[in-house]
């Protein structure tokens, strides 16, 4: 097909001026340039202040391919060549490169200008095509990667419901038919996954339990959700607890049905049973019991814990911190808190409990952090200890025998007091020692130990060894 010309320039135009023909060309295109035989720019014209600002340099006098990027050089050489041989003139991509940032893609053709060898270059600006381009492509790449994301999501939730110990059916909120089903479901309900769907929900249980479930999936329909609705399989072969949450999807409704066997046994073996059962327990048990917030005051304490306490009543221990009672204010609770912040648990603390009105009972504390959501507490289990404590620990003056007796007086007995102690306890084993090596001989073991005579008998006596001289003898 061959390019429309004008039929009749001069009668169209008559005789334009080089002036008139120049405004016209300038005007009509982005660029425009005179470039002679031997593709020399002579003259130049570019009627965008953005354009003519993003080019690189002065082109009047240079070389047409000088001014193009590498690879439209042989673009521009073919322009040149069809002009001179008046070819139809063909339109070709050509880049120039820009002062700062990507390359400035244009569009041109070139025509031969009369009978002279000069050549007529008219280009037009592509960079508000490319930049439309390239949103488009940003906009494709977009679309991709939310396409990628959805399918990952759909990819989980697949597995999710798979996979899921508990049955799950979907239902058309208004047909009540099962479009979804999951294994767990099927398992439950007697009937493979594939028979499930497309079958209405209500099939499979009795007529009692089918009017329960319509009253169900209407609320549910209503205000979006259900509570929990009990109903028995057709065969009586069980009882099935089931719940209902509507939700939306692509301008359609959905029931999600969650569905559990009821626990059999008396009402006494439901959760809430055994919860408020072992309430009971604690609050009688013979061990103190006490739940703290994260500060340590005191939410719930039993009456074992009240009476250690001296405290008449649960409300009077509410809100008065546990370092209240504990032997070493100050100090045990901060011990606790930090053990329960780092590990969770604490396990045979050694403390005492002050009461009220003056007592003072040695106990062992275990301690467990819990949360629900964002709250947490503590948990304090703390018993009397004071019937099976070494006599040393309750103010006597009987040494004690190991170091882990000495190490659970830290806290109850003055340190000097400790030293002193651990001090008499070693004297005595080496005087004990030193009489076995000896076979009972005071003058050998005095030899041993480096002491007189007269010191051992006085060493003997404190610690009640041996059957003892009287004190003439030691003359």
Request: charged fraction near 25%; charge should be negative.
């Amino acid at each position: 097909m061959s390019v429309k010309q004008f039929s009749v320039v001069e009668k169209s135009l008559g005789a334009a001026e080089a002036q008139a023909a120049a405004r016209l060309v300038a005007i009509a295109t982005d660029v425009a340039m005179v470039v002679d035989s031997q593709g020399v720019i002579r003259d130049f014209s570019c009627e965008s202040d953005d354009l003519s600002s993003a080019i690189d340099g002065i082109w009047v006098g240079r070389r047409w391919t000088e001014v193009v990027t590498v690879e439209s050089r042989p673009k521009i050489e073919a322009l040149l060549k069809d002009a001179e041989s008046n070819i139809a003139p063909r339109w070709r991509h050509v880049n120039h490169p820009a002062k700062s940032g990507p390359d400035i893609p244009m569009l041109y053709s070139a025509v031969r200008v009369g009978r002279t060898d000069r050549i007529m270059a008219v280009g037009r600006d592509l960079r508000p095509m490319a930049t439309l381009q390239q949103r488009l492509v940003d906009a494709q790449q977009s679309m991709e990667r939310e396409y990628a994301r959805l399918r990952h999501a759909e990819t989980r939730y697949r597995l999710l419901f798979q996979i899921s110990a508990e049955a799950v059916l979907v239902l058309d909120a208004m047909t009540g038919r099962v479009t979804e089903a999951n294994p767990a479901a099927a398992t439950l309900l007697g009937s493979s996954s594939r028979r499930l769907v497309g079958r209405t929900f209500f099939e499979g249980f009795d007529a009692e339990s089918q009017r329960s479930l319509e009253m169900m999936l209407a609320a549910a329909r209503a205000s979006g959700r259900s509570d929990d609705v009990r109903a028995r399989m057709a065969n009586g072969s069980r009882e099935l607890q089931l719940s209902a949450t509507l939700f939306r999807e692509d301008k359609a409704s959905f029931l999600l049905v969650r569905a559990a066997p009821v626990a059999t046994g008396d009402a006494d073996a439901t959760p809430v049973g055994v919860r408020s059962r072992v309430l009971d327990l604690v609050e009688g048990a013979p061990d103190g019991f006490v739940v703290t917030d994260t500060d340590g005051k005191v939410l719930l304490a039993n009456r074992a814990f009240l009476d250690m306490a001296q405290v008449a009543s649960e409300q009077q221990a509410r809100e008065e911190t546990l370092d209240r009672w504990l032997g070493r204010p100050g100090v045990d609770l901060s011990v606790l808190m930090a053990n329960l912040r780092e590990h969770g648990t604490v396990r045979l603390f050694a403390t005492s409990i002050r009461g009220n009105y003056g007592s003072t009972t040695d106990v062992e504390i275990c301690a467990v952090s819990a949360s629900a959501g964002d709250e947490s507490c503590f948990g304090f289990s703390i018993r009397d200890v004071s019937a099976r404590l070494p006599a040393a620990s309750r103010g006597e003056h009987e040494l004690p025998r190991s170091v882990q007796q000495m190490t659970e007086l830290v806290g109850r007995v003055p340190l000097k007091d400790l030293v002193r102690e651990a001090t008499d306890m070693i004297e005595r084993l080496c005087i004990e020692a030193a009489l076995e090596l000896s076979s009972d001989n005071r003058a050998s073991a005095a030899e041993l130990l480096g002491l007189s005579r007269q010191s051992l008998y006085v060493k003997l006596r404190r610690y009640g060894l041996g059957d003892l001289v009287p004190p003439d003898d030691l003359n």
